[in-house]
T-cell receptor
Framework: DADVTQTPRNRITKTGKRIMLECSQT?????MYWYRQDPGLGLRLIYY???????NKGEISDGYSVSRQAQAKFSLSLESAIPNQTALYFC?????????????FGPGTRLTVL | QQQVKQSPQSLIVQKGGIPIINCAYE??????FPWYQQFPGKGPALLIA?????SEKKEGRFTISFNKSAKQFSLHIMDSQPGDSATYFC????????????FGKGTLLTVNP
């Protein structure tokens, strides 16, 4: 089955460390997204990419960077992790041919910054 | 600025009850309103969606009611089951022209046996 996968699924790190979260997809979708989920705050968009050469900031991009290595791969980096970046992170994809823009989410990465 | 307001934040019902989750939006350019369902340890997945040219849409036990003049829409779950326990997110977007889904903050639904 075409899928969206995220690695690692869980990560505990310390303040100041550099962290990379990876996302891979076999859906063949051009659009990819990174969200974070916090209790009571819902899903907030960090970055999105329409293709390999197109990367855009979302509503909460400060402290994060991304890399689109290929159509199928989209990585999120925390250059210097801080405790308030403790959250559940989701990668998602969508098909630009789908005018309703249904998004397909990965299983998430739970990140804890001590 | 929160463009989609969702309530309640959490909801507990007994099996067979009809939980109702409400959302309100501000941006009149929105013309597509999906609901996503998220089980523990999983990512959200599309459950059901509605366009504002209809006032109601049913898929199985799930129904969306839409009130365009009030800029509100709601999800009803008929004959709720413990397996419906999940977090539900409403969302809004503009068909065809907008990459972005604007999500509500989510409702944690618990259906007790």
């Amino acid at each position: 089955d075409a899928d969206v996968t995220q690695t690692p699924r869980n990560r505990i790190t310390k303040t100041g460390k550099r962290i990379m979260l990876e996302c891979s997809q076999t859906k063949g979708h051009d659009r990819m997204y990174w969200y974070r989920q916090d209790p009571g705050l819902g899903l907030r968009l960090i970055y999105y990419s329409f293709d390999v050469k197109d990367i855009n900031k979302g509503e909460i991009s400060d402290g994060y960077s991304v890399s689109r290595q290929a159509q199928a791969k989209f990585s999120l980096s925390l250059e210097s992790a801080i405790p308030n970046q403790t959250a559940l992170y989701f990668c998602a994809t969508s098909d630009p041919q789908d005018r309703y823009n249904e998004q397909f989410f990965g299983p998430g990465t739970r990140l804890t910054v001590l | 600025q929160q463009q989609v307001k969702q309530s309640p934040q959490s909801l507990i019902v007994q099996k067979g009850g009809i939980p109702i989750i409400n959302c309100a939006y501000e941006n009149t350019a929105f013309d597509y309103f999906p609901w996503y369902q998220q089980f523990p340890g999983k990512g959200p997945a599309l459950l059901i969606a509605i366009r504002p040219d209809v006032s109601e849409k049913k898929e199985g036990r799930f129904t969306i009611s839409f009130n365009k003049s009030a800029k509100q829409f709601s999800l009803h779950i008929m004959d709720s089951q413990p397996g419906d326990s999940a977090t539900y997110f409403c969302a809004a977007s503009t068909i065809g022209s907008n990459y972005k889904l604007t999500f509500g903050k989510g409702t944690l639904l618990t259906v007790n046996p």
